[in-house]
């Protein structure tokens, strides 16, 4: 990069080409039009569909049926449409599993795709076996339908004629459905004949096609829904556009197809990185409900506007709002979920029931991270690790981005730049800090490689449509892609990981998998081909969204195994799919330093938070282009609150340290570093939270308010956890800010105390210091006062609690710890509280169960302060019981550091255990 | 004083078996400074140093924030703005932030930070003292030779310019002098000229024929050197380029065929066309005839991606990200540009020179800023070989040898033979004479030229003088030496080259990368600034921060690129070696050496 003189013409053909800059991004991606699948699909009218029911029975406890065409088209040359197979099987606690396949002992060309290692095993335990069905012919229908028991009221029913799936609650009302609008097609493999030209032609690349159209579509259908959220990652709105309907403008549908995307657009409806195929659904009825299709294929989702289905003829209960959706996809099967909620919570927990709880992370991984392309050698990291000691900022990883490689060979370091690997990490680690390089899927094809050689020797690469190992180009040049579809594979990559595999690393090294979607730069859309073949004869097509998923999986694998199961791992993945949260933290990838990704950052995070993917965030700064000084202090205080802190920037762009901006702003970013640090007790008991339940960290408002309308397509503003709300600021020199504030209680200024009223819009004047933030009114949130280098450090430090007192005079939090770092928790080591304050009275409660298994943690940290907004008379003392001692409370700043601001009643070092039971009275 | 040891030690025990969880330090004044013991003891009840509350003595350290300043607590971690004073006696004392209290990591070298008993912390103040005090002396050392040598040049700097002033109002004299001289020879001149003029439009009639065959000649001959002015165009469009403008740039690339750079310019049509391609796919034929429209449009571009391999395309997607040229080698691709761009460099300076020479007038003197600064850039360089040895000195290097012979010499005679012969040719000439005297109006005119060049000489080098005497040498003029000195580095397979009050420049084989140009100083002489250097792909224009270090010789070292096209080096100088500096330096160690390491049971 020293020497690069070409910029001067490139500089000028880029500016030629400006206008066309965002056209030909465009071009390089298929749209639905170039697809022909898609094509096909949207182009089908309501109630084509013409399979009905017949054979309905149970067996082994599921419901099964034939689905069979009644009246079907004979179209020439195709052989005849054979029955399908329909199952439909009921799980504990409302979840519904509906599954749709060709019938294997009718013979078919290939087995199709049924997406494996995403479905929990334990999920299999919470089957409820059918025993029987009952009959009914329901309204004006003309043919019966099958119904089971779901659950608290809920039951499922099975339309024979037309077919038609959906569940009800106990007053019969609609919750979800399938093939209402007679939308569904299921196109059957065939033997190819003579005359079929399967091939697809994008761009300069041929996709084979060998075994034809295999492609599923369907309707679902969302009863007392306002809207949808979910179905990731596009950089878009939280609440989802409409992309089909009368007075819509034409729009594609949303596309999940993981994709490395260069500098993405902030609203668009384009497939990025990572795929969930999971919907939710929400309503002023306060009702959400989920589904889920587990399909790793391309898929295209339309979110249909109101009166789309005007000229269908068919008409559903109109007593009910509702949202129409159509589901397509390339291949696989019809593996389908239906969550029936009711409250948004409930949805959550059903959803990770099926795909896993998300992992507990270390504690230092929910720090801060610094990031960038690339701290190029073992003294410029050293430099910068001494210079946030030199501003007193704390952060707890660094991380060394592709260039501190040898060639590109992960794995490997750069003999040069870094000759010390382990002595540097060392360094890092004496303060307590950690540091993090990359592991990407592509391998250097590189003879004298051993982590090559040993690939192709052992066939464990990808193959190509005619079965050679499939030879990409990335980083490193010509590269090929590790088949971790196949367990063994995978077992193989996590051995790599070991210190002693792994020369240069040691324990407090963690590890980013990027490029995994997998990123090809000469493949069609930048990606692997789709007639690629995987473990067991599967092409690419029908996984090609789970494979960045699968070695993600292997990668975190590899650090438990490493850590001899004692050590939970930390990997960072860019691409994703459902069940991800088990393995760790994604982020919103290459985004770009303005102020719309700025804007965009919160919905896609909070897209992420419900489906199930609780750990993740955005760039801070943007990673291509240079941010604005003021939009570089914004992102920190935004970022400050994302679930994954990292700060990252492109090779191309200048220095961005926290301390390069002027001293005022260095002291502001710091300040929004150290709020987070202050913080880390309650988003550790938020991560504990997900950890159990499945509720993200970072929640649409809605999720706290589900009956208040006016936060449903709110995705300026977020929850951190039940009791903080953050607005962010997205413009330049905002003058103010408007936030919207839920419920009927009131709200605290996070910074100042100062109260607002709940369920208006407030407009508030900006300032450069924060963004703003309130604590719930009822709510308690654990604090540390005190910073360190690392949270490392803060372990032993004592808690402040901030105690928002609600109206009447009442508030609860919890405060969750553990080691931080190993699976001890499992086994019951960890301390979980909760504080309840009532009648002038606050009490810390174990929430542990009480025998708690093998282990125990300790901890002998006190509580130092304990702060009381809203408190409505005076108090001169507190009495602390069983000890009996008297405490002072007194008037301090919110903030210890800052003393301008109004002074809050505090209690002074009541210095009461953290893991103990006691009482504090005020008198 | 081993049994108040044991004694304070139960005493402590029994303290920390009364309040577990807290860590207040035994001594209730840790962490304060000397200095300011008086402050804490001076009253019961203390006030916050930013008059934020006050606190009693027994807050005092007692492990909880009252003052939003940490000043109730400076030997614990309990403020985040608190600071923790080490005395560590025998080597240097220092303030920590309140963040390393206690936090399990030695930070003073008497351990006096780490007091809850997590760690235990050595004392080994004396020891790493003995490193830094040794370091410390030859500090001094340097310094104290340096400030002797900073003296030398701060005298000779005085010197030279009161040389250059001195020089300046002569030469400024002089050239009113001569000015007079050259506007009467202009005025016979011409005068002759006139004269010439007549005779010649009589002698005209005469030869019309002869001379019409001549214009066509002439006419013609344009025509047949088409290329040449071409290639005049091209340098002269090489000279803007030179400025770093984009849009001259642009136009280069335009009017080169076959160029290097213009091969590139196809390369980059091909990624866009590459990129622009996906009418590749069958549906949208209206995108595929604009592609096909477009290779017309180029030479050899291929007709679609087809055209590239696999390994191309790989290139060019990547080079999306990293900005790298994605042909295929592209190191050497990379050379050719830059060969190219020196090329540019070298013509207008070599151009300049010329116009220097033949073309010289007082009213061209702005536009001819840049050109001077060329022309003394070379002058450097000459200066730079022939003088190796720094230490000699000096100032009138920057004229051309043939001046220096006869402008600044200590030899007024010049002067006086101009105007000498002058006075001979108003006498002996008969201006009005018809036909003119053919020796006489020779005369004249080699005598006009003569002196006119003169003059010019003379006002370029005195424009030079004014413009370096603009510059800004420092308080003491301990820099102006520097102006015409340039020093090199050289770090791997560059070369590195800072020329103060000048530019800087990255040199790798043939090809010059320029990382600035002179700009100012900056952070109290301590640092000197080139910006606006060559532009950086997708980055910023290229800039340089050299930060000055004392020290004997001067050197450049250290040469860093920490962010994208940011450059920083080092410069060691005795310029900057000062003696307020030296001052605190010795105090320091006079400190280092009185405070002997106390025993480790001083409690």
Known sequence: MRNFNLHLLLLVILGLHLSSVFSWKQDEFRNCNQTPFCKRARARKPGSCSLVARDVSISDGDLVAKLISENPEVVEGQSEIKPLILTLSVYQDGIMWLKVDEDQSLGTPKKRFEVPDVVVSEFSSKKLWLQRLSTETIGADSSPSSIVYLSDGHEAVLRHDPFEVYVRDGAGNRVVSLNSH????????????????????FRSHTDTRPYGPQSISFDVSFYGADFVYGIPEHATSFALKPTRGPNIEHSEPYRLFNLDVFEYLHDSPFGLYGSIPYMISHGKSGRTSGFFWLNAAEMQIDVLGTGWDAESGISLPSSQSRIDTFWMSEAGIVDAFLFIGPEPKDVMRQYITVTGTPAM?????????QCRWNYRDEEDVENVDSTFDEHDIPYDVLWLDIEHTDGKRYFTWDSVLFPHPEEMQRKLAAKGRHMVTIVDPHIKRDESFHLHKEAMEKGYYVKDAKGNDYDGWCWPGSSSYPDTLNPEIRSWWADKFSFQNYVGSTPSLYIWNDMNEPSVFNGPEVTMPRDCLHYGGVEHRELHNVYGYYFHMATADGLVKRGEGKDRPFVLSRAFFAGTQRYGAVWTGDNSADWDQLRVSVPMTLTLGVTGLPF????????FGNPETELLVRWYQLGAFYPFFRAHAHHDTRRREPWLFGEQNTEIIKDSIRVRYALLPYFYTLFREANLTGTPVLRPLWMEFPSDEATFSNDEAFMVGNSLLVQGIYTERAKHVSVYLPGKQPWYDLRTGTVYKGGLTHKLKATEESIPAFQRAGTIV????????????????????????????????????????????????????????????????????ASQGSAQYHSNAVIER??????????????????????????????????QGPLVMTIRRPNVGVADNWTIKIS | MKLGFVLISFIFCGLIAKSVYSSKPRDPYLGVAPEDHKYYKSSAVIPCKDGSKEFTKAQLNDDFCDCSDGTDEPGTSACPSGKFFCRNAGHVSRF??????NDGICDCCDGSDEYDGKVKCPNNCWEAGKVARDKLKRKIVTYEEGILLRKQEVEEARLALARDEAELSKLSKEESMLKGIVQQLKEHKEQIEKVEEKERLRKEKEEKQKKEAERKANEENPKLDGEDTQQSNEAVEQSEGKDSDVASNHDRSGSINDSPIQKDVEEDQKLADVLDNVNGAPNSPGSEGSTHIRAEEGNDLPESTEGLSKEELGRLVASRWTGENPTKQSGEADATINKADEDSEDIPQETNHEEYESYVSETDDDSHKYDDIDVEDEMDEDFHEEHEDLSSYKSDSDITPDLSDDITANNPSWLEKIQKAARNIFQAVNFFQTPVNQSDAARVRREYDESSTKLSKLQSRISSLKQKLKHDFGPEKEFYSCYDRCFESKQNKYTYKVCPYKEASQE???STTRLGRWDKFEDSYRVMVFSNGDKCWNGPDRSLKVRLRCGLTNEITDVDEPSRCEYVAFLSTPAVCREEKLKELQHKLDLMNKEQPQSHDEL
């Open chain 2, 508 to 510: 790798e084989g043939y």
């Open chain 1, 616 to 623: 993740s965030g955005a760039d801070v700064g943007g990673f």
């Open chain 1, 361 to 369: 992370p270390q504690l230092f991984s929910t720090a801060y991270h």
């Open chain 2, 96 to 101: 920590l932030y309140s963040s390393r209290v």
């Open chain 1, 182 to 201: 007679g939308l569904f097609d299921f196109e059957q493999l065939r033997e190819k004949k003579e005359e079929d030209d399967w091939e697809e032609r």
């Open chain 1, 782 to 849: 654990p604090r540390k006062d005190r910073f360190r280098r690392s949270s490392t450090q803060m372990i032993n430090d004592p808690y402040s609690l901030v105690i928002a007192l609600n109206s009447s005079q009442a508030a609860e939090g919890e405060l969750y710890i553990d080691d931080g770092s190993s699976f001890d928790f499992l086994q019951g080591a960890y301390i979980h509280r909760r504080f309840v304050f009532a009648d002038r009275k606050l009490t810390s409660v174990n929430l542990a169960p």
């Open chain 1, 866 to 899: 304990i702060i009381l907004l809203g408190y409505s008379s005076h108090a001169k003392n507190a009495l602390i019981e069983p000890s009996n001692e008297k405490v002072e409370i007194e008037n301090a700043p919110l903030w210890i550091q800052r003393s």
